[in-house]
């Protein structure tokens, strides 16, 4: 079975080499570059993989409408340029896709957040998550929408290659407090839109509600509180982050309602 791997790239030059190397067990590998300033785009060529270029986009889901009709093969994985794969986990993921039935639209994958080189064990973002990252082009619809770059298709199943030890992708998450600050706020700016079309309305209830739940998980469900200065760092983060990304959709209900009745 064979399977095309998609790379964005922005001034990722740390890890980038890393990244694509792990992809060895993929068909096709497609880089596409959002105006790296840095060396990511020699770092590309050096490794055999020709670079698509696009102008900057703030969230790289916007590009996936775009991108993913040119792939070789209906099964795709999507990786940031700060993961890298374990070479086992290559493996069962092939046989995964070989071994699966028609009704399988998607494969999450276990993932370990590392913060400033350290891998997470609590908050939010703490231990062996399982995200979505390996998918059937004809069974899902890209939606473009921040953090929710796919969406399958009625009738097909997401299923999880469950997690043996060693093969959780690494994702370098943050390697500074100043990355983590920059990144997240690019963020909020769109969490407004992307809440708005799955249908979430703003209101005060719905902001406290959020905002509560979203610091209950990650300092008492996740053990921010275990985690020292990080983990309740992150804890209080998380909390501000969902804050702000709800106040975000108030912002945006405003301004759509205005241009419903221009």
């Known amino acids: 079975m064979k399977i095309t791997a998609i790379v964005v790239t922005y001034n990722e030059e740390r890890r980038l080499e890393a990244c694509l190397k792990s992809l060895k067990f993929c068909s096709q590998i497609i880089?596409?570059?959002i105006g790296s300033t840095d060396h990511s785009v020699e770092i590309v060529e050096k490794c055999g993989i020709k670079v698509l270029h696009h102008?900057?986009?703030?969230?790289?889901e916007e590009l996936w409408p775009q991108i993913v009709p040119i792939a070789e093969n209906d099964w795709i994985i999507r990786l940031d340029p700060d993961e890298i794969i374990p070479e086992s986990l290559g493996s069962e993921i092939l046989a995964a896709i070989d071994g699966c039935d028609e009704r399988c639209g998607t494969f999450r994958?276990?993932?370990q957040y590392f913060f400033c080189g350290t891998p997470l064990e609590t908050s939010?973002?703490?231990g062996i998550k399982y995200i979505a990252r390996v998918?059937?082009?004809e069974r899902v619809n890209p939606t473009g929408q921040i953090h929710r770059g796919t969406k399958s298709k009625d009738g097909?199943?997401?299923?999880?290659?469950?997690?043996n030890g060693t093969n959780a992708i690494q994702h370098y998450w943050i390697d500074s407090y100043q990355q983590l600050w920059e990144k997240h706020w690019r963020y909020i700016k769109l969490e407004g839109k992307a809440r708005y079309n799955i249908g979430?309305?703003?209101s005060p209830f719905l902001l406290f509600r959020e905002t509560a739940r979203a610091f209950y998980r990650s300092m008492i469900l996740k053990q921010g509180w275990r985690g020292g200065f990080t983990g309740v760092f992150l804890s209080i983060f998380y909390s501000w982050y969902t804050f702000l990304s709800v106040w975000s959709l108030a912002i945006f209900q405003i301004k759509h309602s205005k241009s419903a009745f221009q």
């Open 109 to 111: 994958l276990p993932h």
């Open 200 to 202: 979430e309305r703003f």
């Open 156 to 163: 097909f199943v997401t299923k999880e290659i469950p997690y």
């Open 55 to 60: 102008s900057w986009v703030p969230a790289v």
């Open 135 to 137: 998918f059937n082009r």
């Open 124 to 126: 939010t973002w703490g």
């Open 31 to 33: 880089v596409m570059d």
